[in-house]
């Protein structure tokens, strides 16, 4: 089915087969986040000088000047590389810079997309940075072009999946358990998987629905079938 033009949601497929759905932020959450996030390193700043300055005299002055030069290039890599994948100004608005396929940023990728920020700056104002995300529909940046990385909201894991809409098949033969269990977690995961990627994984337990292995849509119903038996919804 093709997406709307006015979606900017964009899908990406792991090694897995599973499908991720990213949705790039837009120009004015990102100015928010940045602002926060300005306004934070402008406090540390602040207090770091006045506890500094009057006290160490020359040293302090050479602390600030390094804290200052340290938070302007590596404060958003310190926290890009954390769990969370945002510095606090992005998390507060629910953003995370991740990779182009949708996993954890790498140090490379954060270090390059960061150092670039003074390409995305020129001419003046971040000039060249917002031109790059007005006309590119995942609103990169210069600096996301070249680290293939994306800044995306946060997607919220639902607490509880859907059911399967399909009708229980009682096996074809009695099932060892480890092979009711490769069933049933097969079952669990199916709704992210790919449809090709469905039928080929089906294809392997086909037998136990009384089919031949092939990566077809029917047999991969009929093995889920036998996964709803399984997990005893038999009407």
């Known amino acids: 089915m093709t997406r709307k033009v006015l979606d900017a949601a964009i ?8 499908m991720i759905e990213l949705r790039p932020a837009g120009i004015t959450v990102r100015c ?22 009057p006290t160490m005299k020359g ?9 200052f030069f340290g938070m302007e290039w590596f404060y958003p890599v310190a ?19 991740v990779m182009d396929n949708g996993l954890p940023i790498t140090p490379a990728a954060s270090l390059i997309r960061n150092l670039l920020r ?15 995300m007005l006309i590119r529909r995942d609103f990169k940046r210069l600096g996301d072009i070249a680290a293939a990385t994306l800044v995306v909201y946060e997607q919220k894991i639902a607490t509880k999946p859907r ?3 399909i009708e229980p098949v009682a096996p074809a033969f009695l099932l060892k358990p480890e092979d009711q ?12 998987l790919t449809a090709e990627r ?29 996964a709803q038996w399984l997990l005893g919804r038999r009407g």
């Open 11 to 18: 899908t990406s497929e792991t090694p897995e087969g599973i």
């Open 32 to 53: 928010y986040a940045y602002m926060l996030d300005l306004f934070i390193r402008f406090m540390i700043g602040g207090v770091a000088s006045a506890v500094l300055l």
């Open 59 to 67: 040293v302090g002055t050479g602390i600030v000047l390094v804290l």
């Open 79 to 97: 926290f890009e590389l954390t769990r969370w994948g945002a510095t606090p100004g992005k998390r507060t608005f629910g953003l995370k810079t």
């Open 118 to 132: 003074t390409a995305d700056f020129m001419p003046a104002m971040f000039g060249f940075g917002i031109v790059s």
């Open 163 to 165: 059911p399967l809409d």
């Open 181 to 192: 269990a490769a069933l049933m977690a097969f079952a669990a995961r199916v709704v992210k």
């Open 198 to 226: 469905q039928d080929e994984l089906a294809a392997i337990a086909a037998p136990v629905a009384g089919c031949i292995s092939s990566p077809d849509p029917i047999v991969t119903r009929k093995v889920l079938g036998v």
